[in-house]
């Protein structure tokens, strides 16, 4: 619950401040989570970035004010922070379908992007296996993509990245693996959010392992000692999305940890799985984060 209401006091600070510059550190103050930490669950949660989700807000709002024929367009450009009237023509266009002086008719079509709100769903428990390990720095060596994500659509996708990579390469890479998991992994690491409301992210497809010599056919990632919250899934990549979204959702908030700056991790073999995700002790949640 107290997830919850975090989640619905940032999006009530967002909605208050649709005309305004929004900081999303402050935003994720709101919700009581570290920017980062915000930033992921609410694209896991939604399915798109939150920058996306106060874009489309602010051009829901300026087509509702537009209908206003003592308005101006340039007036309405500023205050939702497009200082340009190309710019504010563009983004309009893009996700109205048409300009802003044409929207200005009573008859034109117009979409709506309507406020998001969080709500308690019950569920049938579900238990979720897991073990908290700390463990010292490791190295990944593997085939890196450079990954753009637009609404939950990749690319390339996963299925292009893996397909890419020769059975032959796989079994080397397998065969590099020297601590656990002693399987192919997927890794994703510095994830990051765009104003455009893209974000990205860089996916490396390898093995773990300890030694530090380079190996010029493969990227190499290095990760520093973290502590790590190791999930088991049982079942095909649709059981694995949907453990990922809970452990977010339903785990993270009523654990004492929440989620530290670092790679995600996926380890499969024979449809079982393990999910890393790097943690850290939460911030206490009795004041709003500095």
């Known amino acids: 619950m107290d997830m919850l209401k975090g989640m619905n006091e940032a999006l009530n600070y967002i909605e208050e401040n649709l005309d305004k510059h929004i900081n999303l550190k402050e935003v994720a103050s709101r919700a009581f989570f570290s920017e980062y930490h915000f930033k992921r669950l609410f694209s896991l949660l939604s399915g798109i ?21 003592n308005v101006k367009v340039i007036d309405v450009a500023i205050k939702y922070g497009y200082y340009s009237p190309d710019a504010f023509s563009r983004a309009f266009q893009g996700f109205h379908g048409v300009t802003p002086s044409l929207a200005r008719k009573l008859d034109q079509k117009l979409k709506a992007y309507p406020r998001m709100a969080f709500q308690l769903t019950i569920k049938g428990g579900i238990e979720m296996n897991y073990r908290i390990v700390e463990k010292e720095g490791f ?9 753009e994500a637009v609404n939950e659509t990749l690319s390339p996708t996963y299925e292009d990245m893996f397909t890419a990579i020769s059975e032959t390469t796989m079994k080397e890479l397998e065969s590099l693996a020297t601590q656990e998991p002693f399987v192919i992994v997927h890794v994703s690491v510095n994830y990051a ?33 973290l502590l790590w919250a190791i999930f088991e899934v049982d079942g095909d990549w649709l059981q694995v999305e949907e453990h990922w979204k809970r452990i977010y959702s339903e785990w993270l908030p009523s654990s004492s940890y929440e989620l530290a700056e670092g790679p995600e991790i996926l380890a499969s073999k024979n449809q079982k799985s393990e999910i890393w995700i790097p943690i850290m002790a939460a911030v206490s949640k009795s004041k709003h984060l500095p």
């Open 49 to 69: 970035t939150i920058s996306e989700y106060i874009r489309r807000r602010r051009l829901t709002m300026a087509a509702l004010e537009l209908k206003d024929p």
């Open 139 to 147: 190295v990944v060596f593997g085939i890196k993509y450079n990954v």
């Open 193 to 225: 959010e765009h104003d455009n409301g893209k974000a990205t992210f860089e996916q490396y497809i390898g093995a773990v392992t300890t030694t530090k010599e380079k190996i010029k056919e493969y990227a190499t990632l290095e990760v520093p000692p």
